[in-house]
């Protein structure tokens, strides 16, 4: 069963598109454009359309979903981590 899925490998995160995800899970992912599929151990419980980590992060990184720049990282997040308001922010201010 895919779990999370990811436009394109150089994507930083994918969605998860089930529920009831736990911490230490291993989740099966998607990715859309190169047809592969992927493992990640999740190291946070995980809600149904948030973000996890599928590439570490530093600090002030842009964050790339579907191809696309949604934001910078404000602390630095491992593969495998929730990513949410509470670690990544708006580029806008």
């Known amino acids: 069963?895919?779990?999370f899925i990811v436009h394109d490998e150089d994507d930083s995160?994918?969605?998860?598109?089930?529920?009831?995800?736990?911490?230490?899970?291993?989740?099966k992912g998607w990715i859309m454009d190169q047809d592969v599929l992927i493992d990640i151990k999740i190291n946070q419980d995980i809600p149904i359309g948030h973000k996890l980590a599928i590439k570490d992060l530093n600090e002030d990184d842009t964050v790339i979903k579907y191809g696309v720049d949604i934001g910078r990282t404000i602390s630095k997040i491992a593969?495998?981590?929730?990513?949410?308001?509470?670690?990544?922010?708006t580029k806008r201010w």
């Not at 593969?79 to 922010?89: A, I, Y």
């Open 1 to 3: 069963m895919i779990q």
């Open 13 to 27: 995160v994918g969605v998860v598109t089930v529920e009831g995800l736990k911490a230490n899970d291993t989740l």
């Open 79 to 89: 593969v495998g981590d929730h990513l949410h308001v509470h670690n990544v922010k």
